[in-house]
Nanobody
Framework: QVQLVESGGGLVQAGGSLRLSCTASGRDFSTYGMGWFRQAPGKEREFVAAISWSAGNTYFPDSTKGRFTIWRDNAKNTVYLQMSSLKPEDTAVYFC??????????????????WGRGTQVTVSS
C-alpha cells in the first residue's frame, strides 16, 4: 500500500509556471505507474499526465501536451509535474495517483488504485 501527498499548488497568473510534487510513503514506489489528474468545479476528473515505473514512458492528453512535464525520482519516492504557460482553464484541484504495485504496463490513462487528497491550482487571467 502507498500513501500519496501532493504539494506545490497555489495561485499563479496566466502564462506563469508552477511545479507540483507528490511524495509517496510505503514500499515499492519504483514499481508503480504514476499519474496526475485534475478536477474543476462541476466537471469530471481529467487525466493530465502519467509516467511509467521506469520513467521510460510519459503520457499527456492534448490539453497539456507541450506545456506540462512529468518526471520522477524513485530515490525520493516523488513524482513531479511542471506546468508552464498556464491558462485559466487549468484551474482545478490536482490529484496524484499510483497504479500498482508491480505495474510495468504502459496503459496509464486510468485504473489507478491509490490517490492523494489533492492540491488546488488557481490560474488568474
Amino acid at each position: 500500500q502507498v500513501q500519496l501527498v501532493e504539494s506545490g499548488g497555489g495561485l499563479v497568473q496566466a502564462g506563469g509556471s508552477l511545479r507540483l510534487s507528490c511524495t509517496a510513503s510505503g514500499r515499492d514506489f519504483s514499481t508503480y505507474g504514476m499519474g496526475w489528474f485534475r478536477q474543476a468545479p462541476g466537471k469530471e476528473r481529467e487525466f493530465v499526465a502519467a509516467i511509467s515505473w521506469s520513467a521510460g514512458n510519459t503520457y499527456f492528453p492534448d490539453s497539456t501536451k507541450g506545456r506540462f512535464t512529468i518526471w520522477r525520482d524513485n530515490a525520493k519516492n516523488t513524482v513531479y509535474l511542471q506546468m508552464s504557460s498556464l491558462k485559466p482553464e487549468d484551474t482545478a484541484v490536482y490529484f496524484c495517483a499510483a497504479k500498482g504495485p508491480n505495474y510495468s504496463g504502459t496503459y496509464l490513462y486510468s485504473g489507478y488504485n491509490y490517490w492523494g487528497r489533492g492540491t488546488q491550482v488557481t490560474v488568474s487571467s
